[in-house]
């Protein structure tokens, strides 16, 4: 019988992509700003070399996209476990 994973293995899972995300959008970032900091990225369109390049937004959607699901998973683990 196969064994379903539970809840805190997946949101392990998804914590590890957010993160592997954010270190590639941080190295992407700092490609064209080598002194960006964490706390840069926070506020990236500071920066007209991040705002206005294609690769840094893309890598930037990715993550947002990745938080999304972050989010709707936490909330769909909270409507299950009540």
């Not at 270190?23 to 970032?29: I, T």
């Not at 699901?69 to 409507?79: D, E, F, G, P, S």
Request: a negative charge; charged letters at 30%; glycine letters at 4%.
């Amino acid at each position: 019988m196969e064994q379903r994973p539970d809840w805190n293995s997946i949101e392990r899972l998804v914590e590890e992509i957010v993160e592997d995300q954010k270190r590639k959008l941080l190295a992407c970032g700092r490609r064209l700003i080598p002194t960006l900091t964490p706390e840069d990225m926070l506020q990236p369109n500071d920066y007209l070399e991040l705002e206005h390049n294609p690769h840094f937004r893309y890598e930037e959607g990715l993550l947002a996209g990745l938080q999304t699901i972050q989010t709707a998973l936490r909330a769909l683990k909270a409507t299950q476990t009540r």
